[in-house]
């Protein structure tokens, strides 16, 4: 709950943030000479976006593997990426290459395409689609180099940047546009990574499913994990109740149902030696009657 009370923080600050961008906007049409792309050429190459990281992160890994002989031999083989995870572990230059993955997926992995849909498979658990990504990359080593490209458009930002200032005379004015510009940016750069942030709480409530998906799995209810996606909440809403020989209003088993918001009929007398493993109960909490089902 704290998570997402902290995320709410951050949700509302990004609305109020964003709202510098239009009036950036409207600075760079009234006093500048502007035609028209301004404003979104000044918010070019920031940096420090989590998603816009991970297209580079994944450059440069390809990048290090095409400098490793080595690696770059292994690469356009047809091996999976569990076959080849054992090759690289094989010797330094590979296991350096691992670390670096193993870096990529911690940060970037709960990315995939579609990533708001919840049974869409995430990038930590399609490792052949980042390999397939890796190895295309370093066909093109040489060729092309979004590294240095997104640091060119952060160079053309900051000329930008300083030609806008020397255009605003009125000193004045140059405070507002820089207030805004800082404001603009930093708006730009956290709606990415708030956006990110949401996908990481998806991602682990996708784990969560999947576990329970698993274990319905096992017991033939589903025939296989991935078909909890398609239930709606209300039907995969557990395992839950609160019965208790003993207890109060103010007892322990009482708050924790209140918190968790199942019910709970405490102070039952033999309840819990009437009531056999395995078998299943109704409870009512309002009315403090239990029955078992079967």
Not at 163 to 170: A, E, S, T, V, W
């Amino acid at each position: 709950m704290a998570q997402f009370t902290g995320l709410l923080d951050r949700v509302l600050y990004l609305f109020s943030i964003l709202s510098a961008y239009p009036v950036l906007e409207w600075i760079c049409t009234k006093w500048l000479p502007d035609d028209g792309s301004c404003a979104s050429q000044l918010l070019a190459g920031v940096g420090d976006m989590v998603d816009a990281d991970a297209g580079l992160d994944l450059w440069r890994m390809a990048a290090a593997a095409d400098n490793s002989d080595k690696i770059r031999a292994l690469m356009p083989s047809d091996d999976d990426w569990d076959t080849l995870e054992g090759k690289l572990s094989q010797f330094n230059q590979g296991r350096d290459f691992l670390e670096s993955w193993r870096r990529f997926m911690h940060n970037h992995g709960h990315h995939c395409r579609g990533e708001i849909e919840l049974y869409n498979h995430r990038w930590f658990e399609t490792p052949d689609y980042i390999l397939k990504l890796v190895r295309g990359y370093m066909s093109q080593i040489g060729k092309i180099d979004p590294v240095g490209n997104h640091a060119e458009r952060a160079k053309q930002r900051r000329q930008l940047e300083q030609k806008c200032r020397r255009q605003l005379r009125n000193p004045v004015k140059r405070l507002i546009f820089n207030r805004f510009l800082v404001h603009s940016q930093q708006g730009w750069v956290f709606r990415e990574n708030v956006k990110s942030e949401v996908v990481k709480l998806l991602t682990a409530m996708r784990k969560m499913l999947l576990e329970l998906g698993s274990k319905l799995a096992d017991k033939e209810v589903f025939a296989k994990p991935d078909d909890i996606f398609f239930l709606r909440l209300d039907e995969i809403e557990p395992a839950a109740a609160i019965v208790m020989d003993e207890g109060g209003m103010i007892s322990h088993g009482s708050i924790i149902a209140r918190e968790y918001g199942i019910p709970a009929v405490v102070n039952a007398g033999d309840a819990t030696r009437i009531i056999k493993t395995g078998q299943k109960i109704r409870v009512d909490g309002d009315r403090g009657i239990v029955t078992i089902i079967k």
